[in-house]
């Protein structure tokens, strides 16, 4: 199984792991984003994330399957949750089994990596200070920032 998910429901972490889960496995890794109470010193009260839901799973299927055949791995579970999140709450989970877990530890930071870069889910956060900034997928910010000229 090699899949990629959206949803708006909670993460069950447990579930997710019980769904890979194969008798041969050495490793079962799992990375359970979460929303944290601030960002660059700044004290955050909530999150809500935002995607284009059909550009953004194909994205994150692509993601997948590319680090999955990169690594060898053959089961490889990623579920990243959109709407309103609060401190604490999961919004992204990425969850491998494996005879090893050396591949399965690599495929999860590059999987995270290309999510923050390339999937067009962007995230609202709101600031305590009474500020709201949205934060967008780095390939996006400078799709929108290039000059012209820049992109030839």
Do not use: C
Request: no cysteine; aromatic share 6%.
């Amino acid at each position: 199984m090699i899949e990629a998910r959206l949803t708006t429901d909670p993460i069950d972490s447990d579930a997710l792991l019980r769904e890979i889960a194969r008798d041969q496995d050495g490793a079962r890794l799992l990375f359970v984003g979460v929303v944290r109470n601030h960002h660059q010193g700044r004290e955050v009260l909530r999150i809500d994330y935002e995607a284009y839901e059909p550009m953004a799973l194909k994205e994150l299927q692509k993601i997948t399957r590319e680090i999955a055949a990169r690594h060898g791995l053959e089961r490889v579970l990623v579920v990243h949750r959109f709407g309103r999140h609060e401190i604490g709450d999961a919004s992204i989970a990425v969850v491998i089994g494996s005879p090893h877990r050396a591949p399965g530890f690599t495929a999860v930071q590059e999987i995270m990596d290309r999510v923050k870069s390339d999937v067009p889910i962007w995230k609202k956060e709101f600031f305590a200070d009474g500020t709201v900034e949205w934060v967008l997928a780095d390939k996006l910010v400078k799709a929108f920032t290039e000059k012209p000229e820049e992109k030839a």
